[in-house]
């Protein structure tokens, strides 16, 4: 188990949530990010710049990956991508 606390003092295990990093760089944007889907389906972004862990919406992380080059092929259920 390699747990994760984040902003709001809760946690998450990394060692069984789903990583994503930037397929299509762009440097203004993504310095440092990853999204997190964990074993419970919420999703968690990490700021490699601030060293800030952060739970986000489902919509803002359908946004992320969108900008980023992902589908919704990516994830293992099917979220609408707007």
Do not use: C, P
């Amino acid at each position: 188990m390699e747990k994760q606390r984040i902003a709001d003092g809760r946690w998450f295990d990394r060692s069984t949530a789903q990583m994503f990093e930037a397929k299509e760089v762009d440097v203004a944007v993504d310095v440092g990010q990853r999204l997190y889907r964990t074993k419970g389906g919420n999703w968690v972004l990490y700021d490699e710049t601030e060293d800030a862990w952060a739970e986000i919406s489902h919509s803002e992380a359908a946004r992320w990956l969108a900008v980023r080059g992902y589908t919704s092929e990516h994830f293992d259920d099917v979220m609408e991508i707007k």
